[in-house]
């Protein structure tokens, strides 16, 4: 007589798709190494929905359109910045499908967008979350996709930079554990045992468990042979012809970030090194300048005005040339003070430029030159370059306002007009086309900077140092970001700006050199201290405005000029007073509805207001759910909006406690074991910052000081305050 055959409980199958996920995400854990995908979270939630989908067993007529959902949603996370249910993105996805899909006719593999290969690659996760659900549950057979899992591992910790030493441990221990599940429960299903009936037998899968631990342990910690084999990398390089790309290289590798010479090709992977180079203690927030260019190839940049090197003044360094001048005489100026310290052995030849230098204070024997025309101020003693370890600047920065910047004139010298007009003949129309209709309807020179500058946040260009193309011999760098590939770095966003405003008759100029770098605190006389490191080497934009010289712009996504003209108080009070306008319209409407609630002499008056309340309700219950809904994509900069203008002895605390709720809510809980300094690390680790433990610091200040501190919520506090916010990423 044959036995009946035993069927698993609803948690048996729980335990087994459980390890089945945890198999699969062994092949998803790579993927930040191997690829440019950042966000990896986002697949592996998406696997994990899969599998959770599945386990309910729903039919096929609610499955598939669910799955299907979370698919589209899971691209919408990746690639747009637009709410999900507005459905602008549809279009969009459907014109780059059909692109793809003529790409895929002709077998154009390499041309494919990163939209399609992640939509590609989400079905490949479906398929597979299908065929797992099919091994473990139907044929109750999973070894052959054990053993692929670890040759993948095996392979990519061989020959790419993923270092699978626990990956393989993990793999081992999962696939021996759900082999041993799958092959008892056959035996029991086969010989009719009831052990599947009730709860989970514990009995036999936790000394399953044991084992394979155990051994899994002693394997990793037991001394390893030697390699009988020489490592095949190099091998196989050699043998292909390929060359490895060292730091700063220009072939086809990743080159690492840091400040270099050469300009006139630009494009390409770079990976961020953040090797201290100089620590800065000023009294002031800006960018360090160190050169300009003024040519534009159309592949990068070059200097073509002739120069000479003039001799510098360390009392009077004030030595300019037309090109080198920075603002014009008669601005008002502010007189700040600026140290440097190198680090050991990454000493520069020459200057950080803070601002208009006044006098330069280093060894007595330093002989300074300044190019007269990228205002790059070299240092010799000898006649021999020499890098200078520590120097201290006087240097002045102007006072600016909108109001002055807003009447500036199209009224430029002759030097300016000729070298700082110029675009190469083979620019493409569309980008002249670009600028000019973006900028057609701003009354000023100001406003159309400004225009150009906020136009790529606006248009949702990307910041990618990994998937950056090097335009081809008939692409324009600046045309390719702009129209083809729409993410880049600085270099794209501040070339792409300057092309942009010289098209419409607009001077300017690139400049390089490093952004202000990490804060570390402030010293007891208010200086503050910066360390910079080699991924702070950046590149912005310089405009020239008559009367005032050149202006600083920022047009790369994520980055904040420091260098900030002041509002006119006189435009500002009229903006203020703008949101209060509607206090009163709101008021009358609810007298007339309060007025209409007591009249109940119509009934059809009434029957109508009901419907139209009814639908408010409605209305404002769906706009609360969904503002609840996609709350991490605006509560950051609803709370920058809030704190920007508060002031006052409580303010700080406030907002520091407001910062502590934006972290749970974005998922950077405080674990009930941390003190506050050990939640400020935890914080500054996840954010890649040191402004979180500054601020916990005051905050525990304020907690046990009797007296409240009226200027905590100073610039300092509340720009370290609003830096920690932009980087909470949802």
Known sequence: MQQSKQQPSTLHILVLYGL??????????????????????????????????????????????VKLGALLYALHSLYFVDVFLSFKWVPYLIEDMSYNL???????????????????????LWLVSYL??????QTRRIFLFFLITVIYISILDTFTAYDAKFAIIRTVFIGLLLIGILRMMKLIETEGFSLLKGKFPVLWVAPLSGVIALSSALGFIAPKASPIWPD???????????EDVGEGGKGKGIAKIGYGENDSQLGGPFEFDYTPIFKSYDNARHYWRIETKEFYTGKGWENKIPTTAIPVDANQPSAQTDHTK????????????????AEKGKAYPFLMIPGKLTKIDADPET???????????STFQNGDEVKLSSYVMNYQLPVLKEAQLKESTN??????????LQLPKTLPKRVKDLAATITANQPTIYDKVKTVEGYFAKEAYGYNTIEVAVPKDDEDYVDQFLFETRKGYCDNFSTSMVVMLRSIGIPSRWVKGFTPGTFEGTNEDGVREYTVTNANAHSWVEVYFSGIGWVPFEPTRGFDNPFKPEKDTQESKPAAAAPNQPDKPEKDLSKEKSASAKNTSSGSFLKTAGYTAAGLIVFMLILAGLAYLFRKKWLRQYMIWKYKRKSGSETFEEAFEKLLWLLKIYGIKRQPAFTLREYALYVDRALDTKDMRILAKAYE????????????????HQELWENLIKRIRP
């Open 132 to 137: 797992m659900h099919y091994w473990l549950i």
């Open 326 to 341: 920075i603002w014009e005489e008669g601005l008002e100026m502010k007189d700040n003070t600026a140290r440097i310290e």
């Open 701 to 716: 200040g304020v907690q046990f000081s009797p007296k409240k501190q009226t200027n905590l919520w100073s610039d300092l």
């Open 102 to 124: 003529t790409l895929l006719s002709n077998q154009n593999w390499n041309e494919m967008t990163s939209l399609s290969r992640s939509l590609l690659f989400f079905i490949l």
């Open 232 to 242: 095949p990398v190099p091998f196989i390089q050699n043998m292909s012809g390929k």
């Open 367 to 377: 002989v300074y030159q300044l190019d007269g025309v990228k205002g790059k101020i």
């Open 411 to 420: 009224s430029y010298p002759p030097y300016i007009n000729e070298p700082y």
């Open 20 to 65: 089945g996920f945890l198999l699969l995400w062994e092949w998803l854990r790579p993927l930040k190494d191997i690829t440019t995908t950042n966000d990896v979270n986002i697949f592996v939630m998406y696997t994990m929905f899969l599998f959770i989908v599945t386990y309910f067993q729903l039919p096929f007529w609610i499955s598939f359109p």
